[in-house]
């Protein structure tokens, strides 16, 4: 028996009736009669839940403010109508903030006869195949996807990824039935996104996921080239990794300018330990010459001073 979503990626229907015919098909079981066009009150319109960007150019974001406070909504924001009487976003979020933001009360909308999930799906589809998203959107994205699509969280999602990649590598079948059935649709909805294979994912995004959360906000605001990320991600110093981060942020170094950087640095680090080391060296040799040629130990007072400064440097050198 087929299921949805085996029909979903089997790519049955066209979705050019949303966007045209650049991306390409879907079977979401949709009335196709009861799809409408209609001028709706923002205030009707929720936001999709799990949008997939989320981070939206800010000089970008000022030019379509622009059009839209001269031109009006130019193109229909895409919508599915909710029991409440209200509306889910798919498409158009830039578009409806900016309506928003010149104070329209209402914007064109086509109206689509979905359920919730189809909803999800269309929306994170439509994003992850119309939109430039970065790296880590694109990575969240196909996750959530691949999430509702399996049922299963998130972490399952990478859990069920990486058992494929270990199966592949070890030439291993699976013969959990679930497991198999699982590892098809993950199959066909990277074949049906085209972007990459699920191999690739693996191997190149999901290590994304582990990167510091500096770094991964960087790259969600377009500040900073996947490539010149991981570099910077492997600096295990902390405050060497945040001040390279900052530098090639600032100053729009290249990849060859941010090793040169790091080099640099680590080098300045290791050098101020070795004289930082032979200073404390020298010193402790120093007391200790000098300890012996004074007149410290028949002093009773200073004795007792010295015996406490010996036993914090015990204690100090058993920490």
């Not at 994170?124 to 119309?130: A, D, F, G, K, W």
């Not at 959360?213 to 405050?239: C, F, H, M, P, W």
């Amino acid at each position: 028996m087929t299921s949805k979503r085996d029909k979903a990626y089997g790519a049955t229907i066209d979705l050019s009736r949303l966007y045209g015919s650049s991306l390409g098909s879907l079977d979401t079981d949709v009335d196709q009669e009861s799809d409408k066009i209609a001028v709706i009150p923002i205030e009707k319109i929720k936001r999709t839940p799990d949008q997939v960007r989320r981070y939206f150019d800010p000089m970008k974001m000022n030019q379509l403010v622009s059009s839209v406070r001269i031109d009006g909504i130019l193109e229909n924001l895409i919508v599915s109508s909710l029991n409440d009487g209200k509306f889910q976003l798919i498409s158009g979020e830039r578009r409806l903030r900016a309506a928003k933001e010149v104070g329209l009360t209402e914007v064109p909308a086509k109206i689509l006869n979905l359920d919730e999930f189809d909803s999800f799906r269309i929306s994170l589809i439509e994003n992850l195949q119309r939109e430039d998203l970065n790296p880590v959107e694109e990575t969240d994205g196909i996750i959530k996807l691949l999430a509702g699509e399996l049922h299963l969280s998130e972490d399952g999602v990478v859990s069920l990824l990486y058992q494929m990649q270990n199966s592949l590598t070890r030439q291993v079948v699976n013969h959990n039935v679930v497991v198999q059935e699982n590892q098809e649709t993950v199959e066909k909805i990277f074949n049906y996104l085209g972007r990459l294979s699920w191999q690739s994912f693996v191997k190149h995004r999901l290590p994304l996921r582990k990167l510091p959360e500096n770094i991964l906000e960087s790259l969600r605001q377009g500040k900073l080239a996947y490539t010149k990320a991981q570099v910077v991600a492997r600096i295990k110093d902390q405050g060497i990794r945040e001040e390279i981060l900052n530098v090639a942020i600032e100053e729009g170094l290249s990849l060859s300018e941010i090793r040169a950087r790091i080099a640099e640095l680590v080098q300045k680090k290791t050098s101020g330990k070795i004289d930082i080391e032979s200073e404390l060296r020298e010193k402790t040799a120093n007391c200790l010459k000098v300890l012996k040629k004074s007149k410290v130990l028949n002093s009773p007072a200073k004795q007792k001073k010295l015996r406490k400064i010996l036993e914090q440097l015990e204690k100090l050198l058993e920490s």
